[in-house]
């Protein structure tokens, strides 16, 4: 009888002993790539880094949207959450229905929200994004750093994102001052519009949108502010050098960081972040300035080092309120 437990005990740790690599083997996280490109590989380090803390590990596969589509590469059998990174990624996840739980990361608001009849609701899949576009409030606040004695910000939209008009309004009002905006269409000429928020704004705020809308005004906005001698706020490091006085954005590798951490949250408490899904910012952030700007604007900013540690201290101070910027998330997938 002794020898018949002895048996059965021994095969029952085998068993157990070969279970446990296949429990390990499940994938936490998968990552689909819109590219393989540079920016995508940096947003992965992000996440990766972002994913790895002392008291947890988590599986990580990765995946790029060209070898999904070419069968060259599969999805797991099981996996906790299916990150997708860029625009193409996002849609053809949604198109396809591959998962049942998408987080879409490094894509603008843009692309994400297009304008909503009163019907369409955004698809269950998706539990969330995280967007390039800086916060509102983050960017208005930057403004009054830069021309303190400003009174009224000038920006335009493109017929397709104008839901951020309504949170520059809030932002702008909360900060006592006057939002002047326009709402371009891809068939718009848009000089007459910008000609008249330049002439009547102290700060020019430029939004992030396609890269069609964006480069069809890109240089009517650079003309303007040194014909207007008014700021301009750009996105990018590139807007800085093409000649916007100041940019704030947050790199590929800030928006990865920014979604592990997230991420890592959500496999901890499922409910906390994946029960509603929401448009969320990055927390991290980049400035840079363009000095020779500043001398031919006559203005005088300190560094960029000095400008983000001052504005960081102003969002200090509104931690405790509610931002403006984490909305509940309207997508379609067309």
């Not at 019907?119 to 606040?141: C, N, T, Y």
């Not at 009054?144 to 400003?150: D, E, G, S, T």
Request: hydrophobic fraction near 40%; aromatic fraction near 8%.
């Amino acid at each position: 009888m002794l020898k018949v437990f002895n048996y059965i005990l021994n095969c029952a740790v085998c068993w157990l002993v070969l279970l446990v690599p296949v429990a390990y083997a499940k994938t936490d996280v998968v990552l689909l790539l819109s590219s393989d490109s540079k920016p995508y590989q940096e947003v992965v380090a992000g996440i990766r880094s972002a994913l790895s803390p002392k008291s947890q590990q988590y599986n990580v596969t990765i995946t790029t949207l060209d070898g999904l589509q070419k069968g060259e590469q599969t999805l797991p059998a099981t996996y906790g959450v299916l990150v997708t990174i860029g625009t193409r990624a996002t849609r053809y996840a949604l198109d396809e229905k591959i998962s049942k739980t998408i987080f879409a990361t490094f894509v603008t608001r843009s692309s994400l929200m297009p304008e909503l009849s009163v019907d369409e609701k955004f698809p269950g899949a998706l539990k969330g994004a995280m967007v390039l576009d800086q916060p509102a409030q983050r960017i208005v606040a930057l403004a009054q750093l830069i021309k303190p004695k400003m009174r009224s910000l000038g920006t335009v939209v493109n017929g397709s994102s104008a839901n951020r008009k309504d949170e520059f309004s809030l932002a702008a009002v909360t900060a006592g001052l006057q939002l002047n905006v326009a709402t371009l269409f891809e068939d718009s000429n848009p000089i007459g519009d910008l000609k008249s928020i330049f002439s009547s704004s102290d700060v020019f705020i430029v939004v992030p949108d396609k890269a069609r809308f964006n480069s069809k005004i890109a240089k009517w906005i650079l003309f303007l502010s040194y014909r207007h001698r008014v700021p301009v706020i750009g996105y990018s490091q590139k807007y800085s050098d093409a000649g916007a006085l100041v940019s704030l954005f947050s790199t590929p590798e800030q928006m990865g960081r920014d979604t592990g951490r997230l991420i890592r949250e959500g496999l901890s408490d499922r409910r906390r972040l994946f029960s509603n899904p929401r448009v969320l910012t990055p927390q991290e952030f980049t400035l840079t300035v363009n000095d020779k700007v500043a001398t031919s604007l006559g203005l005088e900013i300190d560094s960029a080092e000095q400008l983000k540690q001052q504005l960081l201290g102003i969002l200090q101070l509104n931690t405790e309120k509610k931002s403006v910027d984490d909305v509940l998330l309207p997508l379609r997938t067309d």
